[in-house]
T-cell receptor, first 118, second 112 residues
Framework: AQKVTQAQTEISVVEKEDVTLDCVYE???????LFWYKQPPSGELVFLIR??????QNEISGRYSWNFQKSTSSFNFTITASQVVDSAVYFC???????????????FGKGTHLIIQP | KAGVTQTPRYLIKTRGQQVTLSCSPI?????VSWYQQTPGQGLQFLFE???????NKGNFPGRFSGRQFSNSRSEMNVSTLELGDSALYLC???????????FGPGTRLTVL
């Protein structure tokens, strides 16, 4: 069984602050994919990043950066110099790389509601 | 490229009725997955189709079913609706198993 935990239910910061969203996962699979999605109030899930389990390089994309640490089963997401438009619910997700024939779609965490105040 | 489209965007049904939701994937994508999102349970995987075949199924009762057509479009059906089926139903498409799933805007189903 797989599990994704996003312990922070809601985070509120003032614009321009840096904020880190935590994601911890559990899986018995040795190879898997990790994802982050953003869900604005409109409801559509917007893809942000995908990492393979064997690629532990951190990634930076503009104001966004991701820290993947296999040793601690964590895949944290940092927004630098946050903006009001970053306000949304952010989901971390996990999927085995190879099908076990079972219910192995994306396993999502409960999400972190990020509020950026002007 | 056009994104994933879902119709209808909103639905109101009463208990006991059935409903069919439609999803058109991104052009060229052959895999379609469905998810249910509720405030209590969060995002849960329903099923995945690839080349008209169901590849994976989540832990949902048999009232939830789906199918995929030769043009990769997919439909999801829920029979004998219950109040607890009220949710946002999201469809996602991808090129294949190892590829990123891109989501549509969802269908908001309300069961009265």
């Amino acid at each position: 069984a797989q599990k994704v935990t996003q312990a922070q239910t809601e985070i509120s910061v003032v614009e321009k602050e840096d904020v880190t969203l935590d994601c911890v996962y559990e899986t018995r699979d040795t190879t898997y994919y990790l994802f982050w999605y953003k869900q604005p109030p409109s409801g559509e899930l917007v893809f942000l990043i995908r990492r393979n389990s064997f690629d532990e390089q951190n990634e930076i994309s503009g104001r966004y950066s991701w820290n993947f640490q296999k040793s601690t089963s964590s895949f944290n997401f940092t927004i630098t110099a946050s903006q009001v438009v970053d306000s949304a619910v952010y989901f971390c997700a996990l999927r085995p790389m190879y099908s076990g024939g079972g219910a192995d779609g994306l396993t999502f965490g409960k999400g972190t509601h990020l509020i950026i105040q002007p | 490229k056009a994104g994933v489209t879902q119709t209808p965007r909103y639905l109101i049904k009463t208990r006991g009725q059935q409903v069919t939701l439609s999803c058109s994937p991104i052009s060229g994508h052959r895999s379609v997955s469905w998810y249910q999102q509720t405030p209590g349970q969060g995002l849960q995987f329903l099923f995945e189709y690839f080349s008209e075949t169901q590849r994976n199924k989540g832990n949902f009762p048999g009232r939830f079913s789906g199918r995929q057509f030769s043009n990769s479009r997919s439909e999801m059906n829920v029979s004998t609706l219950e109040l607890g089926d009220s949710a946002l139903y999201l469809c996602a498409s991808s090129s294949g198993r190892g590829d990123t799933q891109y989501f549509g805007p969802g269908t908001r189903l309300t069961v009265l």
